[in-house]
Every structure is written in structure tokens, then in C-alpha cells.
């Protein structure tokens, strides 16, 4: 099978610190990867380079894009990879308010990236909208309101909703569940297995919270101080961690 | 252009109207392209047209027939002054008839009289960036214009229909220019839209906001819409009280006290030229008797 996403030797420096040093894995179409580590390990920034936010000092993101197949897309240039952020890729940040045009009502928010793309039509828009908040739990009726009427919780799912009605191929997430009340958390939790289940998602998740990618990850990767310092299949990792890293940090000893 | 005399013809000193001219060509060549520029003090306020001015400026001749319209009115103060400025240094002809003007500066309407090859229509623009309204980083919306990602626009339209059932912009409805450059038409009433597929040039000038935009003649203008909310070129559903016209667009005016209004073109050489040929509306009186 032909890999979605390959890195390779990923670099990022902030002057002479490590943001995250060489990188890599690969990503099969419908898998989710998980990266843990604590706070200050690397796992934005290197989520940032993989997906075009910021430009790595080195490596290589090669993408199978679906005009020219695999392409690395540091190198493309800056419209072509704009073009993959508002058509294949999608980003959830932790602050739904990096995700969201606050001054936008929902409706708005999830139609964008239909319109970005070339949807003229309002009524087909605004169904489109409807269904989606209703598959992210939003109220119909909750659609000309705007994102600073809502809860915390509702709006990262209209993030999640903004993010999915175009179908995108690959889903960047950071810290999703990030900001959130404990019940809160549970909740969108569940929203986001169901929709990555549905919809066969490919994703890479950001995380410090174990039960996260507990409940969506196939894979894992574990950061430490801007190093991979293990990957494996999830269970596998958290049931039966080799790194000493790993070990403290699942067992809870780390204040992550 | 050797005397002395000329040197400030129309204020501007040669240099930077050279300098101006140069962003109207770039911006003739790039139609709907906000072309930078050094945009100078004027001796009026900003807000009072000063890119508008500088952008005349640039133009005039002194063979020039000047036309000066505010709202379709050449008799309001911000016309008269600007008139006024550039009689005063320019001692260009200045007329109030749009046919016999080789140059019309304008502020939120374009002429009901269909303008003619040869003539120059200049706009005075508060804010040239079409995308400001849900995108206020610079950067970001200069990105948004080279790489033609306009799906904001629509954003903006669609929470109009969201909010008030249809497309409420009225005024500086924004246009996709020959396929190209999404366009802000400063703030004339959409009605005007469809005017501007014209035969004369049309120049744009933000002084402010230092930003120089071009039309040349005969290029496409497109009003951007939804397929099942189609763009509409709307104005009130009356025709004129004074000269009976139902086809201009209509200002409505408060005649009394107790609030009585009546609608009148906002374009007073149309409304004039039409009562001059014998046209009479509702409330009008011909215009013999009115002189009388
Ligand atoms: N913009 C920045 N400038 C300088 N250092 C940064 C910047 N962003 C992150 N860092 C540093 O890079 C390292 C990794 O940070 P980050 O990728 O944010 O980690 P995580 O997401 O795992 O918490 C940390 O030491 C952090 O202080
Ligand atoms: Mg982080």
C-alpha cells in the first residue's frame, strides 16, 4: 500500500534549542498516530512542520498528493501547499479560537472551507453546515449563532465540524481535548472515535493525556526533549513500555 | 510643459504626479490589482477624497472639461470644494454635464448618463481592501489576492443571506474583476454595479490607505452571488417626483415636518437634463414655471 504521509529526518531549532530532531515514521491511509511526551517534548512543534505551519530547518514531508503522488511539501511552493491545507489537510488546534473565525456565525465557520473550494450554492451550503452540526452534536437551531455564544466544548466540535465537511485525507490535530473539563473531555472524546471510525479518518493527534490516544490512535509515538525515543502499536507502548521514558510516563509518575 | 506657471498645475508637483500616473498604469494593466503609492498631504482632510484628488491630479490637462460629484450631486459641499481646488489650480473648465465632461470625480455613484470612450471616471475609496471585513492582517490578505483565495468573500455574503434572508450589502458590493482580482467598488449603491462594464476608464484612489486600483475600458465586472441568491441591482421600487424617471437611482428625501418624503434621482444633472427635455414627475412642476 502506498504510504499517505512519509517523514523523514524531520529538524526544527529555535536559535540553539531542539524543537524536534530527526523525525521520522510513516502514515498508511486510515491510521491515526499518536505523539505523547510531556509539555516542552517537541510534539507541536514537530506537528506544526508536518503540517506546512512552520518550515523545518531539514528533512523531508513527503505527501501522496492526488495530482503527482508522493511530493514533499517543504519544498512545493507556497500556494500548492496552502491549496492542501484548505482541501486535503485539516488542523484542530487546542485553542478552538486559532480555528474558529470567532466573528463568523457556525454556520459560517463550517461553510468556509466549502466556499474556499468553489460552493456557490447557499442552500446546499448551509444543509451541508446543518449536518454537520448535527454530527458534532450542535443544535440546527444553533447555526446563525456565533462561536463566542458557545461553551468550550461546543466550540471544538464546531472546530472538529469546520475541519471535516470537506472530507479532508489527513487530520493534524494538537491537543484536541486540550482546554477542556474532565466531563467535557469524555464527551468530545467519544465524538472524535465515532467520526475517525465512520469516516476511516487518517490523523495525527497530539497529546499528553495517555487515555487520548488510548481511545483513537493505532500507533504512538513517544517524544522526549524533541526526540522519538519509541514508537510502536498503541496497546503495545502503553501495556508494555521498553523506553524508561515511556515507562515513567505511564505510570503516571510524570506531571505531564 | 516648460513655463514656470505649470510647474504646480493641478498642486501635485511633476515628480509625484509621474509617480502617480506610473501606479495608474500598473494598475490599468493588472485590472482590480491595488497597485501601492506614495499617496501626498493634501490641503483637505482625509475622508474628504484626497486619493481621489491626487489621482485627478495626475490626470488633468488643462484642455480638461471637469465634472465633481458627490452622491450623484454636484452642488454638495465636498463637490464644490473639490471643484473649487482644482479651478483654483488647475484653472481647468469645470462643467456639471456628464456628457460634456472629459473627467468625472466621484464619490459613491457613477453617472446614470452612459459614460463614452474618452472619458476618465475617478473614484474616491475609504477602503480599498475588500477582504478587510473578516481578514485584517495585511499580509494575509495580499497572500489571499495572489494566490485568488476568495473563498472569504462568499463567507461574507453568506452570513448576509444567514442573517437578514438575502444579500444585504447595498453599498461597496464586491465585484470579481475580468476573472481575476476581487474588487472593492468603493461605496457606490450595488445598483451601480452593472455600470461599471463601461466604455471610459476608470481610475480608484485611497489616500489613506495609499492604494491606486484600474479599470480600463470594457473590462469584465462580475457582482459575486450565490447561485440560488443572485446578485440584483437593486434601488427603491419608485420613480422620480421630479422628472418621472423610473430607471436612476432614487434618494429619498424628508420634505416637511410631519415627515413627508418623496424620492428624487440622486444624479442631479440626470434629473436636471431630463426635466430640461420636458419629462415631469408626480410631484414636479415643469420647469418653466419653476424658474418662473
Ligand atoms: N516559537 C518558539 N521559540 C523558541 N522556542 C520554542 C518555540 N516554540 C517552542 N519552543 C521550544 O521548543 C521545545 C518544544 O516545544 P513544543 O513543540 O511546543 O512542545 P510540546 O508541544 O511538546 O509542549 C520547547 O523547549 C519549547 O520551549
Ligand atoms: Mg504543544
Redesign the interface.
Given at each position: 500500500m502506498t504510504p499517505l504521509l512519509k517523514v523523514e529526518n524531520i529538524n526544527k531549532f529555535y536559535g540553539g534549542r531542539i524543537g524536534c530532531a530527526d523525525v521520522s515514521f510513516t502514515l498508511y491511509p486510515g491510521e491515526v498516530m499518536g505523539i505523547v511526551g510531556e509539555s516542552g517534548s517537541g510534539k507541536s512543534t514537530l506537528l506544526n512542520c508536518l503540517a506546512g505551519q512552520l518550515e523545518p530547518d531539514g528533512g523531508r514531508v513527503m505527501f501522496d498528493t492526488r495530482a503527482e503522488g508522493m511530493k514533499d511539501t517543504v519544498s512545493m511552493s507556497?500556494?500548492e501547499r496552502?491549496m492542501l491545507g484548505?482541501t486535503d489537510w485539516a488542523f484542530v488546534h487546542q485553542n478552538p479560537r486559532d480555528g474558529l473565525?470567532m466573528?463568523?456565525?457556525a454556520?459560517?465557520n463550517v461553510?468556509?472551507?466549502l466556499?474556499?473550494?468553489g460552493?456557490?450554492?447557499?442552500?446546499d451550503?448551509?444543509g451541508k453546515a446543518v449536518d454537520w452540526l448535527d454530527r458534532v452534536e450542535i443544535a440546527e437551531d444553533r447555526?446563525?449563532d456565533r462561536p463566542s455564544a458557545f461553551s468550550g466544548g461546543m466550540q471544538q466540535r464546531l472546530q472538529i465540524a469546520r475541519n471535516l465537511v470537506t472530507g479532508p485525507r489527513l487530520v493534524f490535530m494538537d491537543e484536541p481535548t486540550g482546554g477542556l473539563d474532565v466531563s467535557v473531555q469524555a464527551r468530545l472524546l467519544d465524538l472524535l472515535r465515532g467520526l475517525v471510525r465512520q469516516m476511516g479518518l487518517s490523523a495525527i493527534i497530539v497529546t499528553h493525556d495517555l487515555a487520548v490516544v488510548r481511545l483513537l490512535a493505532d500507533r504512538l509515538m513517544v517524544m522526549k526533549s524533541g526526540h522519538v525515543v519509541e514508537t510502536g502499536l498503541t496497546d503495545q507502548v502503553l501495556d508494555d513500555p521498553q523506553h524508561a521514558y515511556t515507562q515513567l510516563l505511564v505510570s503516571s509518575v510524570l506531571q505531564v | 510643459m516648460t513655463q514656470s506657471g505649470q510647474y504646480n498645475f493641478a498642486y501635485l508637483d511633476e515628480q509625484t504626479k509621474r509617480m502617480i500616473r506610473r501606479a495608474l498604469l500598473k494598475g490599468l494593466a493588472i485590472p482590480g490589482y491595488q497597485v501601492p503609492f506614495a499617496s501626498r498631504e493634501m490641503p483637505m482632510p482625509y475622508g474628504w477624497g484626497t486619493g481621489g484628488v491626487q489621482v485627478s491630479a495626475a490626470c488633468l490637462t488643462p484642455d480638461d472639461r471637469l465634472k465633481v460629484i458627490d452622491q450623484g450631486a454636484d452642488d454638495t459641499t465636498n463637490a464644490v470644494s473639490i471643484r473649487k481646488f482644482f479651478q483654483r489650480t488647475a484653472d481647468v473648465a469645470v462643467t456639471e454635464d456628464t456628457t460634456d465632461a472629459t473627467l468625472i470625480q466621484t464619490r459613491h455613484r457613477i453617472p446614470e448618463t452612459e459614460l463614452a470612450e474618452g472619458q476618465i471616471l475617478v473614484y474616491q475609496v475609504p477602503i480599498p481592501e475588500p477582504l478587510r471585513f473578516l481578514e485584517p492582517r495585511e499580509t494575509e490578505t495580499r497572500k489571499m489576492h495572489s494566490l485568488e483565495e476568495y473563498g472569504l468573500m462568499h463567507v461574507k455574503l453568506y452570513e448576509d443571506i444567514a442573517r437578514h434572508g438575502q444579500i444585504a450589502t447595498s453599498y461597496a458590493y464586491p465585484v470579481k474583476v475580468q476573472g481575476r482580482y476581487v474588487m472593492d467598488p468603493s461605496p457606490i449603491p450595488k445598483f451601480d454595479n452593472p455600470k461599471m462594464e463601461m466604455a471610459a476608464i476608470q481610475l480608484f484612489g485611497a489616500g489613506r490607505e495609499q492604494r491606486i486600483y484600474a479599470l480600463p475600458p470594457y473590462t469584465d465586472v462580475v457582482s459575486l452571488d450565490f447561485e440560488d441568491h443572485p446578485f440584483e441591482a437593486t434601488k427603491a421600487n419608485h420613480s422620480c417626483a421630479l422628472c418621472g424617471a423610473s430607471d436612476s437611482y432614487l434618494d429619498e428625501v424628508i420634505t416637511d415636518d410631519q415627515g413627508t418624503r418623496m424620492y428624487v434621482c440622486s444624479d442631479t444633472d440626470y434629473c436636471a437634463t431630463r426635466r430640461a427635455q420636458g419629462h415631469v414627475g408626480l410631484q414636479g412642476v415643469p420647469l418653466e414655471d419653476n424658474a418662473a
Open positions: 507556497e500556494p496552502r484548505r473565525r466573528g463568523v456565525s454556520g459560517g461553510g468556509e472551507r466556499m474556499a473550494v460552493a456557490r450554492h447557499y442552500g451550503i448551509r447555526v446563525d | -
